[in-house]
């Protein structure tokens, strides 16, 4: 089998090349794989039987690896099927037969490595439907909803990763959030580019991520913009009082920027690619998802579950904007490692 010794920053073990299974015969494959932190190399080898079982040998402790198929080995999308957090050298996991066919792969990474990192939506694995696999330990996956066909669709960032343009009315919601419902300490980071930056949209409100629009409601936060606003970073004190606790320097802007924000129990750090532009002390004691219990993406909360349909929420605040690398740490990760997320680089103090 050819190797081929390409890398990827955001991926500390990426699945090289592959052969092709078809979950109807007995196939065996071996994959390449190496390490862009120069750990070595691997074999990862991958079996599949006809009744479906998926099995691995050579894996590195505490590997992700992430399942795909396709109903089309020419022209089919590749969907992330199932995420799984490797304890040892060796695993399986059973395929449901029933409802997927066709043809299937794997891809690897170093994804939940970090036990700071709570929440990793990257996007790379989602092919343009469907649900988007948290790369972590928790599997808090984001669920896509709104109605049936104007889904969030697949985009591309200039880093060459994937990502997704979040239009109206379309969103994404966490509802899983028990690994980051409430934090003393954080470090919440997207990257994101506005459509036409805010001059075709300046009088609307366009949401990021919010977790905080239930009202009145303490200790919730909001990444976004209100009307003729930069974005900000709300949060609501004890009483639901919304604190504008950071402001932006996007007024207008265009193109991909990354955001940081950094809490560490008694500041609010701003970060605006990669570099800090403000600070701000807040007298609250956590941060938490708010009593609605989900974090919405590409939307604005309100009062309601994500389902919609079922209430008159979601119905405002939609992205109008591309999205990627969603990231939530259950730590407040110092300066130097948000600007290796605003470079496309793992933070240097993850194991």
């Known amino acids: 089998m050819t190797q081929c010794h390409d890398s ?7 699945l090289m090349k592959t052969r092709w299974i078809n979950p109807l015969l007995l196939l065996f494959l071996a994959a390449a794989m190496t390490s862009t932190a120069a750990l070595g190399q691997t ?13 691995w040998s050579n894996a590195l402790t505490n590997q992700m690896l992430t399942i795909l198929h396709t109903t089309n080995l020419q022209s ?5 099927d199932k995420a799984v957090l490797t304890a040892g050298s060796a695993g399986n ?18 994804a939940g490595l970090d036990p700071r990192l709570v929440l990793h939506l990257s996007f790379d694995n989602w092919a343009g439907y469907g649900n988007v696999l948290d790369l972590t330990a928790n599997h808090c996956d984001a669920l896509v909803f709104g109605p049936t066909n104007i889904w969030p669709t697949l985009a591309s960032r200039p880093n060459g990763g994937n990502a997704s343009h979040i239009g109206t009315p379309q969103y994404f919601g966490v509802t899983d959030v028990a690994s980051f419902k409430y ?10 580019a506005y459509d036409n930056g805010f001059q075709a949209g300046e009088g609307y409100y366009s949401y990021i991520l919010d977790a905080g629009y239930t009202w009145p409601e303490a200790y919730g936060w909001t990444l976004g913009h209100d009307p003729y606003q930069s974005t900000y ?9 919304r604190l504008h606790s950071l402001v932006f320097p996007d007024w207008k802007l265009t193109g991909w920027h990354h955001y940081g924000v950094t809490w560490d129990g008694t500041n609010f750090v701003g970060y605006f690619d990669g570099s800090a532009f403000a600070t701000n002390s807040q007298t609250i004691p956590l941060l938490q998802i708010d009593s609605a219990g989900w974090l919405a993406i590409g939307t604005m909360q309100h009062d309601g579950t994500p389902q919609p349909g079922d209430d008159p929420y979601p119905n405002a605040g939609w992205l109008n904007g591309t999205l990627d690398e969603v990231r939530i740490y259950n730590t407040a990760l110092p300066a130097e490692e948000l600007q290796r997320l605003a470079n496309n680089q793992e933070p240097v103090s993850a194991p």
């Open 93 to 110: 996991i059973q395929l449901d037969l029933s409802s997927i066919v066709g043809f299937y792969r794997a891809a690897a990474s170093r």
């Open 76 to 80: 089919g999308p590749w969907i992330a």
């Open 8 to 14: 990827d920053p955001k991926i500390g073990y990426k």
């Open 43 to 55: 074999n990862l080898l991958l079996s599949l039987d006809k009744n479906g079982r998926l099995a």
């Open 183 to 192: 934090l003393t300490n954080g470090t919440v980071a997207v990257w994101v």
């Open 233 to 241: 970073w709300y949060t609501y004190d004890y009483n639901g009082t």
